[in-house]
């Protein structure tokens, strides 16, 4: 099991920035990669970010030079600095985790944290 909490979410004006993070604490599952999804009201969750645990990034298209992700691996925590927020950014963001037990892997997730951007 993997249990993840997250913080940093508020509310900010479009062109400011945010910082949320994520910390992961774990039984023996092993973490293979950290990321962020977020949804907007009426929309589906999307993947924002990732990192995996060989340091692979990938960013959605919408947040390319505008969101950062990196990670700790010692401490189990991802962060997601946000800058040049747009009207658009805003959703609740999720931190995920994809653990593997064995030849499994399993997706885990945290309760979510608003971020609000006024125009």
């Known amino acids: 099991q993997v249990q993840l909490v997250e913080s940093g979410g508020g509310m900010v004006q479009a062109g400011g920035s945010l910082r949320l993070s994520c910390a992961a604490s774990?039984?023996?599952?092993?973490?293979?990669?950290m990321g962020w999804y977020r949804q907007a009201p009426g929309k589906q969750r999307e993947l924002v970010a990732r990192?995996?645990?060989?340091?692979?990034?990938y960013y959605a298209d919408s947040v390319k030079g505008r969101f950062a992700i990196s990670g700790d691996n010692a401490k189990n925590m991802v962060f997601l600095q946000m800058n040049s927020l747009k009207f658009e950014d805003t959703a609740v963001y999720y931190c995920?985790?994809?653990?593997?037990?064995?030849?499994?892997?399993?997706?885990?997730w945290g309760q979510g944290t608003q971020v609000t951007v006024s125009s």
């Open positions: 990192i995996t645990q060989n340091g692979r990034l």
């Open positions: 774990s039984d023996s599952t092993s973490i293979t990669a």
């Open positions: 995920n985790a994809v653990g593997k037990v064995g030849p499994h892997e399993y997706d885990y």
